[in-house]
């Protein structure tokens, strides 16, 4: 079974730049894996960021970008603020009515 | 506005059954497709169900395949999870979102499901 890798944590100091990465255990991920990011912090509902690879949802600040690198759909973050310090969740569709989430990544801004 | 309003969570015993709504306002579900994704405590997100705009094509995770079933009603803009056979593995918060572009876009705020003796 296709496993979506996703860091388990990453830092970024405030103001810097980080980009997290979506990748597939066999395979690479493309535009047709329709990969979206959502962003989660404790007790809350997620909340989405990008779909459609580099689609930004309504009011997501542009500070947030999707796109493809190489083999992996990535989430980048430029100019980070202590409020983007949360839950990062990748989604991509497997086809045949298939999505799968990745394991998530914490990120810390310090 | 878009907003969805899940409901119906509580608790239920091992074997048990539950039905969940989505209450969809702002956007019609005759026009877009609903996923159900779920939560356990402290883990990450799970990608459960999702039913096509049209209700021509219903999909379902590999863990809950045969025991639940996701409808709608038009009239009421709902969208339901039927959720039979329960076990101490299907206790989590459940979340509905609208789709777009074969991912969700805006969620709901989730109900609990809690499976317990």
């Known amino acids: 079974q296709t496993v979506v890798t996703q860091e388990p944590s990453f830092s970024v100091s405030p103001g810097g730049t980080v980009t997290l990465t979506c990748g597939l255990s066999?395979?690479?991920?493309?535009?047709?894996?329709?990969p979206s990011w959502h962003q989660q912090t404790p007790g809350q509902a997620p909340r989405t960021l990008i779909y459609n690879t580099n689609t930004r949802s309504s009011g997501v600040p542009d500070r947030f970008s999707g796109s493809i690198l190489g083999n992996k759909a990535a989430l980048t973050i430029t100019g980070a603020q202590a409020v983007d310090e949360s839950d990062y969740y990748c989604?991509?569709?497997?086809?045949?009515?298939?999505?799968?989430f990745g394991g998530g990544t914490k990120l810390t801004v310090l | 506005q878009v907003q969805l309003v899940e409901s119906g969570g509580g608790v239920v015993q091992p074997g048990g059954s539950l039905r969940l709504s989505c209450a969809a306002s702002?956007?019609?579900?005759?026009?877009?497709?609903i996923h159900w994704v779920r939560q356990a405590p402290g883990k990450g997100l799970e990608w459960m169900s999702f039913?096509?705009?049209?209700?021509?094509?219903?999909y379902y995770a590999d863990s809950v395949k045969g025991r639940f079933t996701i409808s709608r009603d038009t009239s009421k803009n709902t969208v339901y999870l039927q959720m039979d056979s329960l076990t101490a593995d299907d206790m989590a918060f459940y979340y509905c979102s609208k789709d777009a572009y074969y991912a969700s876009e805006y969620w709901g705020p989730g109900t609990l499901v809690t499976v317990s003796s």
């Open positions: 702002g956007f019609s579900v005759s026009a877009h497709g």
């Open positions: 066999s395979g690479s991920v493309s535009t047709s894996s329709y």
């Open positions: 039913i096509r705009y049209d209700g021509s094509a219903k």
């Open positions: 989604v991509l569709y497997m086809g045949g009515g298939v999505w799968v």
